[in-house]
């Protein structure tokens, strides 16, 4: 299903998300102005994540994939406000769509990492989150790192 997708389609969406969000990296390089970068994706194949644009700032950036598989960028954002931010999504968009599976990851802009590592980490995570069921709540690597000591 969606993770045989996301496998195949992954090289294209990874470029994808890095275009979108190269100005927000330059800013980054040049200015030290943190910004997060999450994956939202609904299990449903008609589900439409067109509602999330409506709930970010007018910095914030969505892209859509698919329309229920969208990334979006949080401008100005540390990893704590990055999740803050992510949750507000999740919460949002479970309103809309009760009982069905909603997967969200998140990762922030590190100096220890290009912006090519961390969009590939973020594309990481949300397989991981797909392969291991890890639906509703939002991933960032801390969870993943729990999830595998707790296997």
Known sequence: MMLNTLNQQ????QET????????????NRYKTKYS???AYISE???DLSSCGEHLRESDTIIFFQPNFCGIVFD??????????????LSRVQNL?????????????????SEFQMIHDLFDLI????????????VDASQII????SL
């Open 127 to 138: 397989a991981y989150a797909l392969e291991h069921n890890m639906d509703n709540l939002v």
């Open 37 to 39: 970068v999450a994956l």
């Open 45 to 47: 194949e008609n589900g």
């Open 76 to 89: 100005n954002t540390n990893d704590e406000e990055g999740i803050k931010a992510a949750n507000n999504i």
């Open 10 to 13: 992954r090289l294209h969406y």
């Open 146 to 149: 729990q999830h595998k000591q």
């Open 97 to 113: 769509f009760f009982a069905k599976h909603f997967y969200m990851a998140t990762i922030t802009a590190t100096a220890e990492q």
């Open 17 to 28: 998300l890095i275009k979108t969000s190269a100005d927000y990296h330059y800013r980054f």
